[in-house]
């Protein structure tokens, strides 16, 4: 079976920041996820940032599995682009959890 080039090869992870989003009389709350990556020369920069909501109403026992679905969507994104590691995803969902419980 052949392999799709994968158009970002060689990106590698730099960076990221997770900054609230405030909402004015929303019924969810936002975290915006800003990731720094470095291309190889002659490439383009991979543009990788998201948004995260969760409900207001939702009870604090189901952010975990919020967060997890989240990770596990930007880890699909990432693979489908480049074959680099994905080891920095678990400081992004540790740094995403800490942001849900305090806000």
């Known amino acids: 079976m052949t392999s ?20 004015r009389h929303s019924p969810t709350k936002r975290w915006h996820v800003a ?15 998201a948004d995260f909501d969760i409900p207001v109403t939702l009870p604090k026992r189901s952010y975990e599995k919020n967060v997890d679905s989240f990770i596990a969507g930007m880890k699909s994104a990432w693979e489908r682009r480049t074959s680099t590691s994905t080891d920095w995803l678990a400081d ?6 800490k942001a849900v419980n305090a806000g």
């Open 4 to 23: 799709a080039h994968k158009v970002y090869e060689g990106t590698t992870y730099v960076s990221h920041k997770v900054t609230p989003v405030p909402l």
């Open 35 to 49: 990731i720094t990556t470095i291309a190889p020369e002659g490439m383009t920069n991979l543009p990788v940032t």
């Open 92 to 97: 992004i969902k540790s740094d995403l959890m």
